[in-house]
């Protein structure tokens, strides 16, 4: 990634640059695996770069007593059992926000996001999609995942 030209653009206004990103990427790695999403036009252009990463969502967080105890036993032999592998789509500490490289690419980099990530996650094998603490200010690009 520091080899392209646009990781440097894509986070330059956040506090939480490619240095972040880069840094979290590659020392977080026990309960998260992580992707960036270069985000090209027809051209070939890179119009944005997107953080992502997969998590195993345990189901029965919460629960307590007998089922718990239960829940337990079933694991330690099958270790996935009620987990399930979401795609999660921002940052795992703070806020998300879109990589764009240039303020004219908001709408078609939500566009382009959306179109990728059905696909993306089906073939990944997780049936959950999470737009992680985005702020309000993203509503209306993001608009589309709603639907």
Known sequence: MQDCPAWHEAFHDKCKDHRFY?????????NFEYHFLILEDEERRVRAIQPIFFVRQNLTEGVAGLARKTVDGIRKKFPRFLTMKTLMVGCTAGEGHRGTCRPEDADWTAAALHSFLEAFARESRAPLVVLKDF?????????SFSC
Do not use: F, I, N
């Open 22 to 30: 880069e840094l979290y990427g590659t020392t977080l790695t026990d």
């Open 135 to 143: 702020p309000s200010r993203y509503r209306e690009p993001l608009r």
